[in-house]
């Protein structure tokens, strides 16, 4: 995962004046790990990821955006093209680009072969998954459903849920989800 995530939980962490034990105490996550994620010593799951992004109240796809002027629009061009370069397993593109106070947040998404979000989660919100390219098992409530290309399915996301590559071959999905109110 991109290294500026860890920058990004502190300085949000700072601007919401919480401690790292207050973010330990909200997530179950142990103060030292929190640490190292912050000051780069340490990388994060996406799992350990949403459980801070629930409790700085945001959605984890912030963690992927960039920090720039906010806009009315924007137009995200070619936005497969840099997605299998990235040594990552697990690769998120943010599509939402930089509109101020966005309802939902749009992202692209590629499983490597094999791969899975870790353990199932719930969080606030709804989340739309769309395939397009490969088949994408999706779990909700220890229930598995296949979505094959051009499939889509919408769900609650308080339901516990994850997303699974049971193939050997790569999955691409848009996951759109709601932002926490």
Not at 5 to 20: A, Q
Not at 99 to 121: A, C, I, T
Not at 159 to 180: A, E, G, Q
């Amino acid at each position: 995962m991109d290294d500026s995530i860890g920058i990004k939980i502190k300085k949000l962490r700072k601007e919401r004046k919480l401690t790292l034990k207050q973010v330990s105490d909200k997530t179950n996550l142990s103060i030292s790990f929190l640490s190292q994620v912050e000051r780069l010593k340490s990388s994060i799951t996406l799992e350990s990821l949403k459980k801070v992004s629930e409790a700085l109240d945001v959605n984890p796809s912030f963690f992927f955006s960039n920090p720039v002027k906010k806009t009315k629009s924007t137009i995200v061009r070619n936005a497969l093209s840099d997605l299998n370069n990235r040594p990552n397993s697990f690769i998120y593109k943010d599509l939402g680009g930089n509109l101020e106070n966005p309802l939902f947040s749009p992202l692209l998404v590629m499983l490597k072969p094999g791969d899975n979000r870790g353990s199932s989660y719930s969080h606030k919100g709804q989340e739309f998954l769309y395939v397009l390219e490969g088949t994408l098992t999706v779990l909700i409530d220890e229930e598995e459903h296949d979505l094959h290309p051009f499939d889509c399915i919408y769900l609650d996301s308080t339901t516990p849920h994850n997303w699974i590559n049971h193939t050997d071959s790569d999955v691409k999905f848009l996951c759109i989800s709601s932002l926490p109110i």
